[in-house]
T-cell receptor
Framework: GAGVSQSPRYKVAKRGQDVALRCDPI?????LFWYQQALGQGPEFLTY????????KSGLPSDRFFAERPEGSVSTLKIQRTQQEDSAVYLC??????????????FGPGTRLTVL | AQTVTQSQPEMSVQEAETVTLSCTYD???????LFWYKQPPSRQMILVIR??????QNATENRFSVNFQKAAKSFSLKISDSQLGDAAMYFC??????????????FGKGTSLLVTP
């Protein structure tokens, strides 16, 4: 399919472990977003990429969170020294070229992270 | 802080009936964009409908329509002729930030819609 894919779909980590979550956006989509969705809540913005440039990382909750998109396509969200409060679904979304606010964001299925 | 409020955590509707999901928001911007997204149990978020704030005419997409009241900062979603496949979490959202943030979305907490036969 041509949709946004994420891997792994489920991840269980022991507290203190590092994790890496991958996002494959739709081919040709310039914009890529990461959101964090806690149980029973709406998604919350983490960070935004335009091609390989990370233009906004204001939503990252701490310096343990790091995201990259080195070639302007695949993106990785890394969480170092995971804590229980990091348990959530991490959603990736991409949108078409251009910066129009009206652009639809296409979401992946998410990665459910559980930190024990 | 700019917020989105969905006051109905859960709603129920019978098949073929009409249901309205409420949403209010708070922004100091004059130009922004509003969205309703649907999140089925499989968790892939799908756009349902969108509205440009500068347009007074309410958006419609087949069985889905909105009632946009800009002065009241209200953006409700009406689903007509409800179908079993409409059962999902529905999130109201608006664009947050500017071109540097890529117009990231600011979501409400969602309304869980149950459709009964």
């Amino acid at each position: 399919g041509a949709g946004v894919s994420q891997s792994p779909r489920y991840k269980v980590a022991k507290r203190g472990q590092d994790v890496a979550l991958r996002c494959d956006p739709i081919s040709g989509h310039v914009s890529l977003f990461w959101y964090q969705q806690a149980l029973g809540q709406g998604p919350e913005f983490l960070t935004y990429f335009q091609n390989e440039a990370q233009l906004d990382k204001s939503g990252l909750p701490s310096d343990r969170f790091f995201a990259e998109r080195p070639e302007g396509s695949v993106s990785t969200l890394k969480i170092q020294r995971t804590q229980q409060e990091d348990s959530a679904v991490y959603l990736c979304a991409s949108s078409k070229p251009g910066l129009a606010a009206y652009n639809e964001q296409f979401f992946g299925p998410g990665t459910r992270l559980t930190v024990l | 802080a700019q917020t989105v409020t969905q006051s109905q955590p859960e709603m129920s509707v019978q098949e073929a009936e009409t249901v309205t999901l409420s949403c209010t928001y708070d922004t100091s911007e004059s130009d922004y964009y509003l969205f309703w997204y649907k999140q089925p149990p499989s968790r892939q978020m799908i756009l349902v409908i969108r509205q440009e704030a500068y347009k007074q005419q309410n958006a419609t997409e087949n069985r889905f329509s909105v009632n946009f009241q800009k002065a009241a900062k209200s953006f409700s979603l009406k689903i007509s002729d409800s179908q079993l496949g409409d059962a999902a979490m529905y999130f109201c959202a608006y664009t947050l930030g500017d071109s540097n943030s890529g117009y990231a979305l600011n979501f409400g907490k969602g309304t869980s819609l149950l459709v009964t036969p």
